[in-house]
């Protein structure tokens, strides 16, 4: 059974850093993961990827030079240090677990296991 659960988010004023987790359990560890937002009303996006063993990562063009993903493999978990936060990025932040191999893959379909997501929500 695989689990993934988000946490971190939160209410927070623009230029401010926020540090999301998603803790994974079952078949997990070998794969790569990513994180996705989604806004009301809006599609979920690809925000970052990072490979099984965490030497490579992908970030969309939006988030590049703010947002670092990260994962501590001992620890079951994966990181999205976020910085310089814009009210633009208020969404809901899930994890993904990714069986296809590519960490910068943009296309959900390529993702089978999701968490339940974590509100960001970023204030002018």
């Known amino acids: 059974q695989v689990q993934l659960v988000e946490s971190g988010g939160g209410l927070v004023q623009a230029g401010s850093s926020l540090r999301l987790s998603c803790t994974y359990s079952g078949r997990t560890t070998n794969y790569a993961m990513g994180w996705f937002r989604q806004a009301p009303g809006k599609e979920r996006v690809f925000v970052a990827g990072?490979?099984?063993?965490?030497?490579?990562?992908s970030y969309a063009d939006s988030v590049k030079g703010r947002f670092t993903i990260s994962r501590d493999i001992a620890k079951n978990t994966v990181y999205l240090h976020m910085n310089l936060l814009k009210p633009e990025d208020t969404a809901v932040y899930l994890c993904?677990?990714?069986?296809?191999?590519?960490?910068?893959?943009?296309?959900?379909?390529?993702?089978?296991?999701w968490g339940q997501g974590t509100q960001v929500t970023v204030s002018s």
């Open positions: 990072i490979s099984s063993n965490g030497g490579s990562t």
């Open positions: 993904a677990r990714n069986p296809r191999g590519y960490y910068g893959s943009t296309d959900t379909t390529d993702y089978d296991y």
